[in-house]
């Protein structure tokens, strides 16, 4: 029996009704909605004909979520995929297998493609489909919602009064233990609040904080652990938003903040889907039981009553990202970017050829051609700021391995 179908906890109700996936008996009328609507069918004329024909195909048949996502969402990942993507696949499931349902914690590159990649390649291996939690700054259009809902998406609340917030947060909390715990069905979330502009991709302790809101006397850590948490990586050879991401980051850079342009995230969300990605590759971590175990035991990680929450939640976060930026799969361009950002020596030139270097160089200039520079000098730092997306993935890779070495020689 669905999560859905029980009675939900009293203090919960208002919450989780706001935030849920569509129940079996409301995704008729909401594809329904979703078919009608303006804006969605306007956004749809851009893609190609046969997204369309096989959603008009098989979105009549449809009559659950685990549905429309099997049978509407994979098909059309993967139909997008075989036209922006040399290949895409997963390691690490042994992991997942531990669990009944697991937490995948993971880096985020892309507003959907990050969740959908991972139930694609799940699907094709034979092993359940997992939820996604969204932040409702992506809902500010009604077919953004449905789609959201419709494709088993745990909403985020963010845009609240403190009180409320607070109160939202705890519902999501206990929305995702109930779902691990309860109904067994894993969910992906993000390490942070959107996605890392500049690929420097850190896990912020306030989201495990929210994690461990779900109520109960049990110590932070068991909380956490209660969530089965297993950190993922996924690495993309190309982003499609890079010169989004490095245009945002310039902006936010000289004037302290950035304001999105009206339907920007639409925007991005179709150029992740439809944009050049290369090769994609994701893996699933060692669970977050293991990592805390071996920490202690080489003295890495001190125990919670001898640290303030906030401190320890700062260093449950810094073992993930460790396990995060370790399982990176390196593409030449990372090597190449590195090496143009370098005033020394090229470190890397064993790892990429002659070729590589002038399909690199090219794709940079596309994509910085595509960022529009208003002068030499915004140029020069967007340049910078895209090789930075494509180096930060190896600096932080290599952080790790000299960490590691340094732990196995104490």
Not at 259 to 272: F, I, L, N, R
Not at 315 to 328: F, K, N, T, V
Not at 375 to 397: F, H, W
Request: glycine residues 4%; contains cysteine; neutral net charge.
């Amino acid at each position: 029996m669905s999560i859905l179908d029980k009675e939900i906890p009293q203090r919960w109700h208002k919450v989780w009704e706001r935030i849920r996936p569509y129940r079996k008996e409301e995704v008729k009328k909401a594809i329904e909605e979703l078919q009608s609507d303006p804006a969605f069918n306007a956004i749809l004329q851009k893609f190609p004909q046969e997204v369309k024909t096989l959603l008009q195909a098989k979105s009549c048949k449809v009559e659950s979520v685990d549905q429309f996502r099997q049978e509407l969402v994979a098909p059309l990942v993967h139909l997008l995929l075989d036209k922006s993507t040399f290949s895409y696949d997963l390691s690490g499931t042994s992991s997942l297998r531990r669990f009944d349902a697991a937490t995948l914690l993971s880096n985020h590159r892309d507003i959907l493609l990050d969740a959908a990649i991972l139930n694609l390649c799940l699907l094709e291996v034979g092993m359940p489909l997992v939820r996604m939690a969204v932040g409702d700054n992506l809902l500010y259009m009604p077919w953004v919602t449905i789609l959201m809902r419709l494709s088993d998406a745990v909403l985020v609340e963010r845009n609240l009064p403190p009180k409320a917030f607070v109160e939202s947060s705890k519902g999501f909390s206990a929305f995702l233990e109930w779902s691990v715990q309860e109904e067994k069905k894993s969910i992906w979330i993000a390490q942070r609040e959107g996605r890392a502009k500049d690929n420097n991709d850190k896990t912020q302790p306030s989201l495990l904080k929210m994690l461990t809101l779900q109520g109960g006397d049990g110590s932070l850590e068991s909380r956490l652990l209660n969530m089965n948490i297993v950190p993922m990586t996924i690495s993309y050879e190309y982003d499609p938003c890079d010169y989004l991401k490095a245009k945002e980051v310039l902006e936010r850079t000289k004037k302290g903040s950035y304001t999105k342009a009206p339907g920007e995230d639409v925007y991005s969300m179709k150029q992740g889907l439809l944009g050049e990605k290369g090769r994609v590759h994701i893996h699933l971590g060692t669970p977050l039981v293991d990592l805390i175990v071996a920490a202690k035991d080489k003295g890495i990680l001190a125990e919670e009553a001898t640290r303030r929450p906030n401190d320890y939640l700062a260093d449950i976060a810094s073992i993930i990202d460790h396990e995060i930026h370790s399982r990176y799969r390196l593409y030449p361009g990372n090597y190449i970017a590195e090496d143009n950002l370098s005033h020394t020596a090229p470190l890397y030139r064993g790892h990429y050829s002659d070729d590589d270097v002038k399909a690199f160089s090219d794709y940079i200039e596309e994509r910085l051609a595509l960022a529009s520079p208003s002068s030499v000098e915004e140029a020069n730092e967007l340049r910078k700021l895209l090789l930075l997306q494509y180096a930060t993935p190896l600096r932080n890779y290599y952080k790790t391995r000299r960490k590691s070495k340094k732990t196995r020689e104490v």
